[in-house]
């Protein structure tokens, strides 16, 4: 019984702490984001991902609290939907204004709809600032860049891999080609045509313009500021 609750302990402690580090990362994220922000995502990075306030989501209901938030357009992140699922879900049940978009529609969105930021999480970032993300934020990052549109991560410092040197380094899952020949429990494809299915994918640290963390937003050289956040964290 002792030790049933000091794991119920520890994990409320760790639930609180969580929220209170996220809620952090939302205060420097929306400190970037300017006024009247149309901000692009993609995939979930929310309440449903963490301990109920969120990384990238984080960062947008800071903004919206603020003041700053005019419309938020979510990719739908195909093939598993965890934009419209989640993203969509969780922005709509606050009253955040959404608007959701297929993959497909993200450049053009960009182009037609004033989106003046894009915010996405992280699952791992590598010493030199590579970032692998759920698999579509490296053409999401792309289309930022052809766009002029500054592109950030909002990720806790958990999120940092310090051992590895370069998104290289980083190995990507690949699942199961059904979720690609299929939508839902509809086929859409010819039965055994091959797939290619990366969960996620890697974007270069040149494409990025800062990485929000909880203690602060880190900018390029992101091996020098990434140094300093390692150092920080081992004081």
Known sequence: ???????EVK??????????????????GAAVLPDAAVV???????????????????VIRSAYAQGKLKMVYADETRPL?????????ELFEDGIPVTLITDNMAAWT????????VVVGADRIAA?????????TYGVALAAKA????????????????SIATGAQIPIEER?????????SEQTAPEGVAVFNPAFDVTPAELITGIITEHGVLKAPYTESIKKLQALLKD
């Open 147 to 162: 766009h002029g549109i500054p592109f950030y991560i909002a990720a806790p410092t958990s999120t940092f891999d310090f």
């Open 40 to 58: 692009l995502t993609h995939c979930n990075a929310g309440a449903l991902a963490t301990c109920g306030w969120g990384t990238a989501l984080g």
């Open 110 to 117: 960009m182009r037609t709809k004033g989106v003046n930021a």
């Open 176 to 184: 199961k080609a059904d979720e690609v020949r299929h939508f839902r």
């Open 11 to 28: 994990a409320e402690q760790i639930y609180a702490d969580d929220i209170t580090m996220n809620k952090r990362m939302g205060e420097y």
């Open 1 to 7: 019984a002792a030790i049933i609750k000091a794991l």
């Open 128 to 136: 030199n600032g590579d970032t692998a993300n759920k698999i579509g």
């Open 81 to 89: 939907l965890q934009g419209a699922r989640l993203t969509a879900f």
